[in-house]
């Protein structure tokens, strides 16, 4: 692979693929609104993610285009911040369908973020790409417009695939620092009912998965990156404190995460809603997990 462009490549998520695709890629640019040295074959490019710039000059011959862009969920969804949200995502998605249009040789493969929450609650169905039900609600509304947005380009010269993505778990950063951190000093206890599905997947097996959708041609449309195995809340945060040899957990209900939430400018639902989702495309494809068990990842991330 020649080339590979991220967008909105400068948070946790663009950092793991970074470091992974370092030594496979002669060339990665990442767009990023802040302007950072470059580093090896890494190449920062600033856009704002709302104007054609200079940067799209990287994309005619391109490899491919990976795009994370949009503002973070862990906020209050109030009208700014829900308007943000969407508005980040779609924007950017337009801007780079736009971009790819007027190529002359646009990228082989344009990946796309997604998420995973586009799915119903559930505690008792496993949602895959083909017999999933989409649920309701602003997350779910603004996941139906992301994808609607980036399945309106037609591209017959590049392929396009939609990354519903779950929970990842890594140390450089995303939602296993803080639960780490509370489990600590012991409020590593089970969320609400606890009952709420969990569906990760491995920082690793998350680049991994990546990589394989790019040079499996097959791939297409939506694909859920996920572990095999979802677990619960409850399991989670019993294994973690087990892991980190915590020998209790103060378990928090609803009404004390409705309120700690609105102290620390989050949601609830990032916690509560049960995200039963597996990895359907990726397994028929034959994808190979490296931790496609909770206890494989957390021994790994622990070490």
Known sequence: MKSLIIAGGSGFLGTVLMNYFESKVANIYV????????????????????????????????????????????????????????SSRVNATKLLGEVIEACKHPPKIWLNSSTATIYRHSLDKEMDEIKGEIGSGFSVNVAKAWEKQFFSFKLSNTRQVALRTSIVLGNQGGAFVPIKRLTKIGLGGKQGPGNQKVSWIHALDFARSIEFIIENDRIQGVINVVAPKP?????????????????????????????????????????????????????????????????????????
């Open 31 to 86: 767009l990023s609104r802040t302007k950072k040295p470059a580093r090896k074959n890494v190449t920062y490019l600033k856009w704002d993610a709302k104007n054609i710039g200079n940067w799209a000059q990287v994309f005619e011959g391109a490899d491919v285009l990976i795009n994370l862009t949009g503002k973070s969920v862990d906020c209050r969804y109030n009208d700014t911040n829900k308007k943000c949200i969407l």
């Open 231 to 303: 677990t619960t809340n409850t399991m989670l945060m019993l294994k973690l404190r087990k892991k980190l040899k915590v020998p209790f957990g103060i378990p928090m209900s609803k009404a004390l995460l409705t309120f700690g939430a609105k102290i620390i400018n989050t949601e609830t639902e990032l916690i509560l809603k049960s995200r039963n989702v597996i990895p359907k495309k990726l397994q028929v494809e034959g994808f190979t997990f490296q931790f496609p068990k909770l206890d494989n990842a957390l021994d790994n991330l622990l070490t």
